[in-house]
């Protein structure tokens, strides 16, 4: 059963603390990305990757960092730099060339106490 | 479920009657308009897009008008549905992976 991960659903982490959220796709993509969504808010892009080993910030990298060793994952941490990282948190992935139709996943809840 | 749906323009509609989601768009360069859907608690869905030299596409249930001159954007959902019942973004992709753009959301409500 094709798809993509997140986990865990929900997350707290005290002020200060770094953590990382993961991204598992079995789907063959090559592109995956990382946004965030507040509340009456749309989709801001935090990084994306087109390949392994690869990737650029979005709009709003300030206090997170990702790597891309494997095609098939795509961790973000929040770090304590990020000022308001209390967010949920939504990976996705498309084949290259087909930008428009990401897949997403069910998305992780961080909350910093 | 998530609170995504705070504070969005809200939309309700009988189920069988037919949903027109609004939607302006800013950036005149953009090559395609993208429809999601997001269930509560649930990662968003495409539903479909549209290159910027179309007026209108069809997809399952669903068409997408472009109106480039007022820079509007709508979806209608044919046959309302329980299942619709979500929150529907638009969004812009002026070219290449990080220049898709989501705006804030519609929240559609469907009355049983």
């Known amino acids: 059963d094709g798809g993509i991960t997140q986990s865990p659903k929900y997350l707290f982490r005290k002020e200060g603390q770094n953590v990382t959220l993961s991204c598992e796709q079995n789907l063959n993509h090559d592109a995956m990305y990382w946004y965030r969504q507040d509340p009456g808010q749309g989709l801001r892009l935090i990084y994306y990757s087109q390949i392994v080993n690869d990737f650029q910030k979005g709009d709003i990298a300030e206090g997170y960092s990702v790597s891309r060793e494997k095609k098939e994952s795509f961790p973000l941490t929040v770090t304590s730099a990020q000022k308001n990282p209390t967010a949920f948190y939504l990976c996705a992935s498309s084949w290259e060339g087909t930008y428009n139709e990401q897949f997403f996943g069910p998305g992780t809840r961080l909350t910093v106490l | 479920g998530e609170s995504v749906g705070l504070h969005l323009p809200t939309l309700s509609v009988q189920e069988g009657d037919n949903s027109i989601i609004n939607c302006a768009y800013s950036?005149?360069?953009?090559?395609?308009f993208i429809w999601y859907k997001q269930e509560s608690g649930k990662g968003p869905q495409f539903i479909i897009d549209i290159r910027s030299n179309m007026d209108k596409r069809q997809g399952q249930r669903v068409t997408v008008l472009l109106n480039k001159t007022v820079k509007h954007l709508s979806l209608q959902i044919a046959a309302t549905q329980p299942g619709d019942s979500a929150v529907y973004f638009c969004a812009e992709n002026s070219g290449g992976y990080q220049k898709v753009t989501f705006g804030t959301g519609t929240k559609l409500q469907v009355i049983p």
């Open positions: 950036n005149s360069a953009s090559d395609y």
